[in-house]
């Protein structure tokens, strides 16, 4: 049953409710009264996530990514421990700390690398290039994402979002034609309508298509209006004549999608 509520609490993570939490927080305290300190560590880790995707206390998070770090380390799994450096990074990230969050980023990499893990590996590549494209080093941020790309065999999230990256890269050195064809790649992997995770850690993309095809100045004008009400005022064109709205949290999503309608 602990298990069970692992699994539940994992599924509705990326969009978790109070109840997901108290989930998670049961599946801890049955996992541990049963002697499973790996798997009540991988509950922790789910439950430090639920957290920052509530909008709670990165203590209480950080508190419990030590604990199960702590029980990966005395049951020798070693998996777990690259899974709570891991979730180091997203906490630091969260925080905005990326000098902590690069830190813990590079040894997460360096353990999921030294299992040859299919998803660690790839996956934690593209999120410490975004780190370090934020960190301003552009040349190292390059070398991340190709080689996250290179590590991807049907990772198309990772894929589509480290080509897009590359592009604007790309485009910021005045290089248009490797931008066009990252990009056009990126376009390629991702679907461009309906309501997609981003990668912002706490919000949501949600990609709409126009009904003639055609926009007018005072329709975009509204587009730009409900950006800044319901995200953060950033929009994405795609060359597919759709049009996206990016960072708009969990609980406006319902409310975006009916005022689009």
């Known amino acids: 049953f602990g298990r069970a509520l692992l699994a539940s609490a994992f599924v509705e993570s990326y969009a978790p409710s109070p109840a997901t939490k108290e989930r998670a927080t049961k599946s801890v305290e049955l996992l541990e009264s049963f002697g499973d300190w790996s798997g009540a560590g991988r509950a922790r880790l789910i439950l430090a996530f639920i957290e920052l995707m509530l909008g709670g206390d990165p203590d209480f998070a950080e508190r419990h990514i030590e604990a199960a770090d702590t029980a990966f380390a005395e049951g020798g799994d070693h998996w777990g421990r690259a899974l709570a450096s891991l979730s180091r990074f997203r906490l630091s990230l969260h925080a905005g700390s ?68 590359l592009g604007c890269l790309a485009a910021l050195e005045g290089s248009r034609e490797a931008a066009r064809n990252n990009l056009d790649i990126a376009e390629e992997l991702a679907p461009n309508t309906g309501v997609h995770d981003s990668l912002a850690i706490v919000a949501n993309a949600v990609g709409f298509a126009l009904r003639t095809g055609r926009i007018t100045g005072s329709l975009l004008t509204r587009i730009a209006d409900l950006a800044d009400e319901y995200g953060q005022g950033r929009t994405r064109t795609t060359t597919q004549q759709k049009m996206v709205i990016l960072d708009v949290p969990d609980e406006r999503v319902e409310d975006l999608v009916a005022a689009l309608a």
């Open 98 to 165: 990326l000098k902590r969050a690069i830190e813990a980023g590079h040894d997460a990499l360096e353990r999921f690398g030294a299992l040859g893990d299919p998803w660690g590996l790839p996956w934690t590549t593209m999120w410490l290039g975004i780190a370090t494209r934020m960190m301003g080093d552009i040349r190292s941020a390059r070398k991340l994402f190709e080689a996250a790309i290179a590590a991807s065999e049907e990772l198309d999230y990772v894929r589509c979002y480290s080509h897009a990256e």
